[in-house]
Structures are given as structure tokens and as C-alpha cells.
């Protein structure tokens, strides 16, 4: 999902695509808007979106506010509280959202679905795509 947006992005403007262990308060300060992209996991963002977030977020804050961000989450059935503590997390950060948080399920309710590897539809890389080249064309044409 991450690697489609990245991809649209890309051929938008200038776009980074980095996990979340190896993004910095200085990656963020240095970037004009974001796309967040995690797993639900226990009806929360995944523990190490959260610990990006928990190490990123008293750093930054006051020197980002109104700069645009979307974000994507993959969940197996759910994704809405992911959703819910990354918009929660960016209006503390007073980040702008320009659309609405994509969630892609993967239907996985198992164990034995969960712990498979999973093929993303070409139809929701789409939706991935399109995310990313309409976060990062808005930003390269200073619509946001
Ligand atoms: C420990 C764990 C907890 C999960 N909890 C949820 C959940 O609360 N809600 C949900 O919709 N999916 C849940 N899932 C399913 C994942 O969101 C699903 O596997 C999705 O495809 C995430 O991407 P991944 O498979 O690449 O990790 C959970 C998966 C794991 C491993």
C-alpha cells in the first residue's frame, strides 16, 4: 500500500517513502505534508507506528501546524480506531487533513489468515495510488 502511494507520489513531486523505526523529528520538520500509513492491530495503530508517533510527537510540536496529511491503514476487518488515534494524534499536531483516511481490509480474521502473507487487490493499490499523487500534486501545486 505504502509502495503504490510512494510510487504516485513520486512522479508528483519530490516524496521520501521511510518506516517508521528509521523517521526522525527532523524528517518530519524537514517534509512539506505526510502520509501515515500503519496496521490496526488490536484495534490500535501497530506498536511501532505508536512508538513513531510517542518519540516524534513533543519534538515537532508547534513547528508543523497546517501542513497537510492523509493516511492509509490496512486492517483485517475493522481499521476505524487506528484511524481514529492517527487523526487524533495529527490535530494535536494541528495538521490539515486533505482526505478522508483510506482503510483497506484484507479480510484476515484468523490466525492462520493473519499470519499469511497478503496480496493487496490491484483495486485498493489504486486507491493507494490515488491517494498519493493527490496528496503529493495538491503539495507541489500549493493547493493546500
Ligand atoms: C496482533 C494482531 C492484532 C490484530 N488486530 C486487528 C484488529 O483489531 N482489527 C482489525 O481489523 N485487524 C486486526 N488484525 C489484522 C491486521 O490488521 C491484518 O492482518 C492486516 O492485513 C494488517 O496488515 P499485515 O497483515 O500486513 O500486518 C490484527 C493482526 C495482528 C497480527
Redesign the pocket.
Same mark, same amino acid.
Request: proline share 4%; net charge negative; glycine share 8%.
Given at each position: 500500500m505504502a509502495e503504490a502511494a510512494f510510487k504516485a507520489a513520486q512522479s508528483e513531486t519530490h516524496t521520501v517513502l521511510q518506516h517508521a523505526s528509521e523517521t526522525m523529528s527532523e524528517h518530519l520538520l524537514n517534509a512539506d505534508g505526510y502520509l501515515f500509513a500503519a496496521?490496526? %492491530?488490536?484495534?490500535?495503530l &501497530?506498536g511501532e507506528m505508536k512508538e513513531f508517533f510517542d518519540r516524534c510527537y513533543y519534538p515537532v510540536l508547534g513547528q508543523i501546524e497546517g501542513r497537510p496529511y492523509a493516511q492509509m491503514i *490496512?486492517? /483485517? &476487518?475493522? /481499521?476505524t %480506531? @487506528?484511524a481514529r488515534q492517527t487523526a487524533r494524534i495529527a490535530t494535536g499536531w494541528r495538521l490539515k487533513e486533505v482526505h478522508p483516511p483510506l482503510i483497506i *481490509?484484507?479480510d @484476515?480474521?484468523t490466525q492462520a @489468515?493473519?499470519?499469511a502473507e497478503?496480496t493487496i487487490p490491484d483495486a485498493d493499490l489504486e486507491r493507494c495510488s490515488d491517494l498519493g499523487a493527490t496528496l503529493a500534486a495538491g503539495l507541489s501545486m500549493g493547493v493546500f
Open positions: 496496521p490496526e %492491530n488490536l484495534a490500535a &501497530s *490496512c486492517a /483485517g &476487518s475493522d /481499521g %480506531n @487506528a *481490509c484484507t @484476515a480474521q @489468515a493473519i499470519l497478503k
